[in-house]
């Protein structure tokens, strides 16, 4: 849930897809929220669009609406919230049961704490269409917190609560405990329940604080970020050289200081018309990796030579 004003932002995991659970869900994101919900805008969901949750937005005093339909970007504000908060944290691993909704509860316990008070962001201002171009201007990046204590609307007992709330967090330990639970969810994800080890303790404040000056040369440290492998491209089409490449590479061998468009001349002269000029380029690449293991060898030995070192080291 986002409220649209501030960016104020709270997430809440569904252990099943339910409309009356999603009310129980609602009730205690509500007992969370700073200030009174007085509408709710939902997805075109048939969880949200029902007579459970009508009746209940009725019964609380709630203005019940719906978003855009028969749009992709139908939530423009909540939309955003699934990369940069929940995908950004949460990551994209399938996590089933009670035992991953349980640990996803208590990762957003602190996350709704780290990204309202210290998470700054932009918030669209104005924007203006010029033929095909569109202008944007946004407002200074603040947190959640901070547009709220700068609005007019909130009452003096909310601003003042939430001050108290401010002053008593830590902005690095709060990393810390995401961090923890970041882990715990990776493994209750890729472990087997059968071996699954009990929670983790979060580590030292002082050891996670000094981890922090060297973490960001390991690039992305988040527990629930996975990167995927770049497939290498294979050939697209056969090989035009498959059948003199071992005499290519013999001619290589002898005269390594041969050009690749003088091997191919080579080549023209002793089967003419079988390889056009067009190959040139082919024929570089694979001088090119070729020279690159020559230079290996040349460096480090053969391979051959160095495989028995290799497997004692390991």
């Not at 000056?213 to 497939?231: F, M, Q, V, Y």
């Not at 018309?273 to 690159?292: H, M, N, S």
Request: aromatic residues 8%; glycine residues 4%.
């Amino acid at each position: 849930m986002t409220d649209i004003a501030t960016g104020w932002t709270e997430c809440a995991p569904l252990l099943v897809r339910e409309q009356k659970l999603l009310t129980e869900v609602l009730t205690e994101i509500r007992k969370l929220l700073p200030f009174a919900l007085l509408g709710f805008d939902s997805d075109n969901d048939s969880v949200f669009i029902n007579e459970t949750v009508r009746d209940y937005c009725l019964t609380g005093g709630i203005t019940f609406t719906r978003c855009r339909p028969y749009r992709k970007n139908d939530q423009a504000w909540v939309e955003q919230k699934n990369g940069a908060v929940v995908r950004k944290i949460v990551g994209y691993r399938r996590f089933e049961g009670v035992k991953a909704a349980a640990a996803l509860a208590d990762l957003y316990a602190t996350v709704r704490l780290f990204v309202n008070f210290f998470q700054p962001s932009f918030k669209l201002a104005e924007k203006e269409r010029e033929g095909a171009r569109v202008h944007k201007r946004y407002h200074k990046p603040a947190t959640p917190y901070q547009r709220l204590m700068a609005d007019s609307r909130a009452p003096e007992d909310v601003k003042r609560r939430l001050e108290q709330v401010y002053a008593s967090l830590d902005p690095v330990r709060l990393l810390r405990d995401m961090r923890a639970a970041q882990l715990r969810l990776v493994e209750i994800a890729d472990t087997p329940d059968s071996i699954a080890s009990e929670d983790a303790a979060a580590p030292a404040l002082d050891v996670f604080l000094a981890g922090l000056r060297t973490s960001w040369k390991a690039g992305d440290i988040r527990p629930t970020a996975r990167s995927k492998p770049t497939a290498k491209r294979g050939r697209r089409r056969p090989d035009p050289l498959v059948d003199v490449t071992a005499q290519l590479r013999m001619w290589f061998e002898a005269e390594p200081w041969r050009t690749a468009r003088e091997l191919l001349e080579k080549l023209q002269a002793e089967q003419p018309g079988d390889y056009p000029c067009g190959l040139l380029r082919t024929l570089q690449r694979r001088l090119k990796i070729w020279r690159a293991e020559r230079a290996h060898e040349m460096v480090f030995g053969s391979r051959q030579q160095n495989a028995p070192a290799v497997e004692l080291v390991r």
